[in-house]
């Protein structure tokens, strides 16, 4: 999965400014010890750091996906003035007959969703997970 969400951290990030924008995605080792987010950088003068989560099955994502370690260091970033997001990558590839079945156009999908870190927390207190079945429903097929 780790290869995965960094081609979706890739893709995201070449859709913003290039002239206006800085950043550096913090390598996937695990001899690093526990790190903050997965991007950090510069936009438009605004600090962010951001984490990304990537998503591939019909199955509801998680919120404890988000360690509490990078719940807190987005937490610090954003008292210090910094901009805290976490990014749902979500692409999914159905069988023509799933597809069909719920009533989809296309049998593939894919979106990116995105909470400010104060809009993860509420949420991951009053849900377990996100519906990606509901997301989908919700936005035009």
């Known amino acids: 999965m780790a290869r995965k969400e960094t081609t979706f951290i890739r893709q995201y990030m070449n859709t913003l400014p290039k ?7 913090i390598p996937d080792h695990s001899h690093t010890g526990m790190k903050p987010c997965d991007v950090v950088g510069c936009l438009d003068g605004k600090f962010f750091a951001w984490e990304f989560k990537y998503h591939d099955t019909l199955a509801a994502f998680s ?6 370690n990078q719940v807190e260091s987005l937490l610090h970033i954003k ?4 901009e805290a997001r976490i990014f749902l ?12 079945r719920r009533g989809f156009k296309s049998r593939f999908t894919q979106f990116v969703k995105s909470w400010d ?3 993860y927390i509420a ?11 509901e997301e989908l429903n919700g936005r035009a097929r």
């Open 117 to 119: 870190i104060d809009e």
């Open 19 to 25: 002239d206006r924008l800085f950043w550096y995605k």
């Open 123 to 133: 949420l991951a207190k009053t849900s377990k997970s996100l519906s990606i079945l």
């Open 63 to 68: 919120y404890s996906k988000v360690t509490t």
């Open 79 to 82: 008292a210090a003035g910094g």
């Open 89 to 100: 990558g979500v692409k999914l590839s159905l069988t023509v007959e799933e597809a069909a």
